[in-house]
Nanobody, 121 residues
């Protein structure tokens, strides 16, 4: 079971990025997929998740209205579209898989490596 996060980079405030989480070794739509982020010196926090059953989505308050999450089961990939990025969004972003959607780290069984997002002018 492997998850591969990609799509990070340097973007100016107000810009957009799309992160991808690709799965190998299992079928992604059997799992809820979450995105987490960890800024330097801070705890890893849940950002968003999408359920496996009805594709319900959840977001932490700080990204509501700016981020969207979606899945493409044919590509075995989940996307995190991030718009109107702010400097405080700067962090390493991780995707993870769990049986149920949630924004708490302990709920997730499988983790990908992170991808760095830097929002700066």
């Amino acid at each position: 079971v492997q998850l591969q996060a990609s799509g990070g980079g340097l973007v100016q405030p107000g810009g957009s990025l799309r992160l991808s989480c690709a799965a190998s070794g299992f079928t992604l739509d059997d799992y809820a997929i979450g995105w987490f982020r960890q800024a330097p010196g801070k705890e890893r926090e849940g950002v968003s998740c999408i359920s496996s059953s009805d594709e319900s989505t959840y977001f932490t308050d700080s990204v509501k209205g700016r981020f969207t999450i979606s899945r493409d089961n044919a590509k075995n990939t989940v996307y995190l579209q991030m718009n109107n990025l702010k400097p405080e969004d700067t962090a390493v972003y991780y995707c993870a898989a769990a049986g149920h959607c949630g924004l708490l780290r302990y709920e997730y069984d499988y983790w990908g490596q992170g991808t760095l997002v830097t929002v700066s002018s």
